[in-house]
């Protein structure tokens, strides 16, 4: 991943989180796909397939299909240029808020726009999470 | 038919099931199964797929965990296909709620496939079908508010129903 960047996000003590990464990201990405770390089958963000399955700590979301075909030929390019994200989480186990690390290319108004979405989208999760005072 | 001894342990390990600690606990587990089984049934009538809800836990316990919700478990069979459909991803569209004391109710919620190819609607007059909306995820999108997913209150840590352990597979 050299020349991307690192973000932290803070997520709420859930065990779900992937999916509410991949709503958002479905939303500025119709017709994005899902890769786990570990698996190499494309998923389509739309695929209730996604539903089926545990849910990752690392995984990639990229743009189209095409874009996550060739990524792996093409690498990091203009070609691709923020049209992948990487993300790695860890459920928590003691209660604590857990730190979610996006990979990204380049802080753009539209990548800018869509952590806020993902920070905010974490606060909405929050209140599914186990209570504060029995969390600690 | 959903085996009872099985949906009580799984209850359990959603953590929320404390209406099975109290008196009449047996009459409960008994509507829920009838429940569960009506589903199933509406579920196959309209959709022509039989579902079994256990086959959440072996791929996917917050999703499970969601489903065997006491509050879920309590929703009509077409409230409890709309819950199965969002947990597949499908959109939430529109939502009407008309609730009164004394009056009737009626709740109307339309999903669209996450292609948004074509609506689904789900009606009921049961006023506890209501109990549906509490447990929709909400997301911000370019920062607009929107409802998307359903979601298990979680327990305390290290409270009944560890989530990944003891489960049926």
Redesign the interface.
């Known amino acids: 991943m050299i020349g991307r960047s690192d973000y932290q996000l803070v997520a709420p003590p859930i065990p779900d989180l992937p999916d509410w990464i991949i709503q958002v990201c479905r939303r500025k990405w119709p017709d994005g796909v899902f890769l786990d770390a570990n698996e190499t089958e494309l998923i389509p963000l739309s695929s209730p397939k996604l539903a089926w399955r545990p849910q990752s700590e690392e995984f990639f979301i990229f743009s189209d299909r095409p874009t996550a075909e060739k990524w792996d030929d093409l690498g990091p390019c203009a070609e691709n240029w923020n049209r992948m994200l990487h993300f790695l989480w860890q459920p928590s186990k003691t209660g604590a808020p857990a730190p979610v690390t996006v990979v990204i290319d380049e802080p753009t108004p539209d990548i800018q726009a869509l952590l806020k979405d993902l920070q905010a989208t974490f606060r909405e999760a929050a209140s599914f999470a186990p209570p504060v005072a029995e969390a600690a | 038919m959903i085996d009872l001894k099985l949906l009580k342990q799984v209850v359990a390990q959603t953590g929320r099931g404390r209406e099975l600690d109290l008196p009449g606990a047996d009459e409960v587990l008994e509507r829920w199964r009838e429940g569960l089984d009506a589903f199933i049934t509406y579920y196959r009538d309209r959709f022509g797929e039989t579902v079994n809800p256990f086959?959440w836990w072996k791929?996917?316990?917050?999703?499970a965990r969601a489903f065997f919700e006491p509050d879920t478990l309590s929703l009509s069979a077409p409230m409890k296909a709309a819950v199965w459909r969002i947990?597949?991803?499908f959109d939430i569209q529109k939502i009407e709620l008309v609730y009164q004391f004394s009056a009737p109710s009626h709740l109307r919620v339309e999903l669209s496939?996450?292609?948004r190819e074509e609506i689904e609607l789900y009606e009921s007059d049961n006023p506890a079908d209501a109990k549906l909306l509490r447990h929709l995820?909400?997301?911000?999108?370019?920062?607009q508010f929107?409802f998307?997913?359903y979601?298990?209150?979680?327990?305390?840590?290290g409270?009944r129903g560890p989530?990944d352990a003891n489960l049926p597979r």
């Open positions: 086959d791929v996917n316990p917050p999703k947990l597949l991803g496939t996450p292609a995820g909400s997301i911000l999108v370019d920062g929107q998307q997913g979601h298990s209150f979680q327990p305390f840590p409270g989530i």
